[in-house]
């Protein structure tokens, strides 16, 4: 919980000291949340159906990549100017430019992604791209839920992984 603070914070102190015009969504996403497991899919049984095609070989390898990268109880979204700070849990926080060049974020030693970000009316989309596999999340607010769209794509998976979250806003 400690570090999770930390990350909140530091991402947060980036935000603030970055500059830029107000984007489309900074007030439909900005805020802390936390996972409603019961209205949510999961996602770690897409997981489980989308790689039980593969070999026995290659299945452990695969389903420990994509389930590190979906992992997510609690994030912190913070939106200023054009700027998108996203902490999940205790994961390192990344900040990216909306629309601007993709930023490199470490989420453990063996998964580095390329994160870029853009507005889609009213909802932010971030995309993950790493060595093996591609990640689109879209995030948008729907009563006082923030609703959470994924889709996963890997040249492993004969199907792409499509999963909704909800997320309870915290503040």
Known sequence: MRHWTLSAAIGAAILISSSGSASPAQDVVSGS?????????DAFQAIESAIAGLSNAKRPLARMRLRKSIAVNRMRISIAGSRVGIAYDDKAPFVVRIGGEPVKWKLIEV??????????GEAISLTFRGEDSERVTTYRIVGQDLVVDTTMTSPLLSTPIVYKQIFNRTN
């Open 33 to 41: 949340y936390v996972l409603d497991r019961e209205r949510s899919d």
């Open 111 to 120: 998964l580095v992604f390329d994160v870029s970000a853009k507005v889609n």
